[in-house]
């Protein structure tokens, strides 16, 4: 909900300042696909609801026809304290050890990237893994 309220707001201060600016929603790829693990499901339904949110948004700016660009970054496993921190069974830890990850560093380069666009160009969705992961 937070990040519906975050975007609209977002659209209104770009909209009245006449702003031709971008949105980035930061998603994940399981925003995009289920993994038939259990306990995990909450995480994947708010991501899809991004990926809904952006793509709805992306639709209604058009319409309205405003200049403002909307872009998914959807990463895979990136290395974060808070990965760290929210798995807590020992064999899913040990499991995660072996997935290769991204760093955030990654992520900050993909959004670069997406804003380095010109103004013609609109990067919907930017999917970005590491190497080697199977997700």
Do not use: W
């Amino acid at each position: 909900m937070g990040l519906c309220i975050a975007t609209r707001e977002a659209v209104k201060i770009m909209q009245a300042k006449k702003i031709d600016g971008h949105i980035i929603h930061i998603n994940s790829v399981l925003g995009h696909r289920v993994l038939p693990s259990p306990g995990g499901n909450v995480y994947p339904a708010s991501k899809f609801a991004v990926t809904a949110l952006t793509e709805t948004l992306k639709h209604e700016l058009r319409h309205l026809g405003l200049k403002i660009k909307i872009t998914s970054v959807s990463p895979g496993i990136v290395e974060t304290e808070f990965g760290r921190n929210a798995i807590t069974d020992p064999k899913r830890i040990e499991d995660m050890k072996k997935h290769p990850k991204l760093t955030s560093e990654n992520v900050a380069n993909a959004v670069l990237y997406v804003l380095s666009t010109p103004p013609d160009v609109q990067i919907p969705e930017l999917t970005i893994q590491p190497m080697g992961e199977v997700l």
